[in-house]
């Protein structure tokens, strides 16, 4: 399967439970500023100036180059550290379990066991996967300003694509193993180009048990004090061998201290702190509650299927995970939302931009009517929202073999097409990583494939109704279940041979093919284009526009001391090691020791300790610190990001947030908000002490 995403460090991970004091706190975080650790700092423009301010000491150029070059992100979702010479990297075992997910077979279910390679030739392909590393960042938004000049509606989102496409395929010219990616960043109102050293074979190195990596399941998910060993270890390699990576982190064997600063490194997924009130109100009352409905069943289905045998349990795994997470990440993003006092913050916010920008007769003319048009286009979307996201957005819902498909379909006919007019993904600059993807020797599982599609289409058929045209089309006089296990059985796309073939052959291979989910697509993609051209010309274009008249304002009353919100690119946030005080008065501490892992477990699941653990558990040093809670500013895409000391030395790595992080993707409260690692000091314990892993041990402490 591929990755998913995961709680603050992904979006996978969320509480259903309302949290604690939430109105207290925001009531009075309207009128006081947010804590000084707030912000997901770009690493070209890292305010040094305010975090000596805030620390008393910033990192120079230099420790900002080597934390860049040591930093890499996984496609897909996570962030991660190389952490040697030879390519060892750091992530999170929510962060792999994908990849051990896909080594598994039946009878071998490496998830619940975990996995160790005892040598370099043990390293398993992980299928599919990549990282990547941030070589350079160039400002393009002069270049994208300039060749979308005068264009509105989809003309404009053809344009900058076009442009974008452009300027990636030059920046990729005659450089082997190089990405190139460009970044919108103040909604628009600033353009960087992102360079990235990109690495295909990834190899299994070392994944714990699942019961450790998430011991405490879901009544200790988003919760303090935490007892998870949630790390995993991958390797880089290059031409069959291990890569050379001069830069990379050491690992701190040294215990943190309380109120120490630390700094994390990490691809923040996306962050909605910019956008307008009726933008956040058509997420509140129309997107959240649907998507809800849309987890919350889907999870239904597959603890059903789960429940059937052991079989179905280790295919269905890491897609449960998923969406238990993710219901939970909307159901925190939601509560937010609704609180009075939350909603009242983002309102007061807007006020205040509002009134400076009246006040001022020059930026009031620029900006015109943007938060009218904003309100406008958001206002149109919500007619079509849900066939965008059934036709384009998510057809299959997760199905490999449905995205075989629309890729094949799509390939064939924007390779046809001039660079500039294609869809993204299928531009020169991109379409490799599309064709790897594609190719990668994925796993299917055909029974899990037949729960999703069907899910899929039963979805699009309730909301949409059985009388819709575009339904009628998808299901002709069949069921959901019926078309799904059809479509499943007959195709052939599961064989990397047969996606090879098809993919090479182009348009002809694909118009000539009879394969049942090639036919299926081939029917309604049209459709699917006609909404994705409707939603640029009506909302996508119109947004772009006024959230840049908005962004040049911002930069003009504010500068660039607020920073961007998150776009799943390499940011550095800042704080310290802190535990906080819940408005009821209850002091939470900023640790947790081998010790409480003892006195936690009940020997039933989620709280019982797996065998390997049960067995070394009394000989380890109880006073070794376990999880760690620090006050960096962080949301989906940080899971496996390094938590660094001052010296440059990964002193964790990042998995989760506390309950009150759940409101993170709109506001930051430096009194609540906290971040959730594993620590250097309990990942070295448990490689030495439990998995007798000596040889990747000595590697780390090279």
């Known amino acids: 399967m591929r990755q998913k995403q995961i709680g603050p460090y992904w979006v996978r991970k969320m509480n259903v439970k309302r949290p604690f004091g939430l109105a207290a706190a925001f009531l009075a975080l309207a009128v006081a500023p947010a804590g000084a650790e ?44 190389i952490v040697s010479a030879e390519g060892l990297v750091q992530t999170n075992h929510h962060c792999v379990v994908g990849c051990v997910q896909n080594l598994s077979a039946p009878g071998n279910d490496l998830v619940v066991t975990g996995y160790l390679a005892r040598g370099r030739a043990e390293e398993r392909p ?60 103040y909604e628009g109102g600033r353009y960087n180009l992102y360079g990235y050293k990109r690495y295909e074979d990834i190899r299994l190195v070392f994944a714990p048990e699942l019961g450790t990596a998430f011991f405490g399941g879901d009544p200790d998910n988003f919760n303090f ?33 309380a109120e120490e600063p630390v700094f994390v490194s990490g691809n923040p997924g996306g ?40 079989e179905e349990q280790r295919i269905a795994s ?46 009031k003319a620029e900006v015109g009517d943007a938060f009218g048009e904003i309100a406008r286009a958001t206002s149109a979307f919500s007619a079509f929202n849900q066939f965008y996201y059934y036709a384009e957005q998510a057809p299959g819902y997760g199905s490999e073999l449905m995205n075989f498909a629309r890729t094949l379909v799509r390939g064939a006919a924007e390779r046809a097409k001039p660079d500039g007019q294609r869809l993204p993904g299928y531009t020169d600059a991109t379409i490799g990583k599309t064709e790897a993807d594609l190719l990668a020797a994925t796993p299917v599982e055909k029974p899990l494939e037949t729960l999703l599609i069907s899910f899929w289409l039963s979805k699009t058929r309730e909301y949409l109704t059985a009388d819709d045209p575009f339904v009628r089309k998808l299901l002709g006089k069949e069921s959901p279940e019926g078309l799904a296990a059809r479509l499943v059985v007959g195709t052939k796309l599961g064989d990397r041979a047969e996606r090879a073939r098809l993919w090479k052959g182009g348009a002809k291979a694909i118009a000539d093919s009879r394969d049942p989910l090639i036919v299926f697509v081939r029917n309604w993609d049209e459709d699917a284009r006609a909404i994705r051209k409707r939603y640029e010309e009506e909302v996508d274009g119109p947004i772009v526009l006024a959230h840049q008249r908005l962004a040049k304002a911002r930069f003009a009353l504010y500068g660039d001391a607020l920073s961007p919100d998150a776009t799943f690119t390499l940011r550095l946030s800042y704080g310290r090691v802190r535990g906080w005080t819940e408005p009821s008065g209850r002091v939470v501490e900023p640790f947790t020791y081998f010790s409480g892992l003892s006195a936690r477990a009940t020997g039933a699941p989620p709280f019982k300790l797996a065998p390997s653990w049960e067995k070394r558990i009394t000989s380890l040093e109880p006073g070794t610190i376990f999880d760690v809670s620090t006050t960096n ?19 964790g790595a990042i998995f989760d947030g506390n309950i009150h992080s759940l409101g993170g993707n709109y506001i930051y409260d430096g009194r609540l908000n906290r971040t959730v690692s594993v620590a250097s000091t309990a990942i070295l314990a448990a490689l030495s002490e439990v998995y007798g892993a000596s040889d990747l041990v000595a590697e780390l402490k090279q």
């Open 38 to 81: 707030e912000g997901m700092w770009t690493f070209d423009k890292f305010p040094s100036v305010k975090v000596k301010a805030d620390l008393g000491w910033a990192p120079d150029q230099a420790w900002l180059d080597h934390v860049r070059l040591s930093s890499a992100r996984i496609e897909g979702g996570c962030s991660s550290a």
């Open 126 to 185: 992980c299928p599919g996967m990549a990282l990547q590393v941030l070589t350079d960042i160039t400002d393009i938004t002069a270049e994208i300003a300039k060749a979308t000049a005068g264009a509105t509606g989809a003309a404009l989102t053809k344009a900058r694509n076009a442009a974008e496409s452009r300027l990636q395929k030059a920046c990729m010219k005659n450089r082997e193993g190089r990405s190139c990616e460009v970044v919108s960043l």
């Open 225 to 257: 004090p935490r007892y998870c060993l949630d790390v995993g270890y991958v390797r880089l390699y290059e031409n069959g061998k291990p890569a050379s990576t001069p830069e990379h982190f050491k690992l701190r064997a040294a215990p943190l201290a």
């Open 271 to 310: 962050t909605s702190r910019q956008l307008t009130t009726a933008e956040l109100a058509f997420q509140r009352d129309y997107v959240l509650p649907w998507r809800l409905n849309m987890h919350a069943e889907l999870r239904g289905r597959l603890l059903a299927f789960a429940a059937l045998g052991a």
């Open 318 to 363: 890491d897609t449960l995970f998923s969406q238990e997470n993710s219901f939970k990440a909307r159901i925190g993003m939601r509560l937010a939302l609704v609180d009075p006092a939350v909603f009242g913050v983002k309102q007061a916010e807007e006020a205040d931009l509002i009134k400076r920008i009246g006040a001022d007769a020059k930026l």
């Open 633 to 651: 500013d962080i949301i989906g895409g940080n899971s496996g990001s390094p938590l660094i000391d001052r010296e440059g030395r990964v002193a």
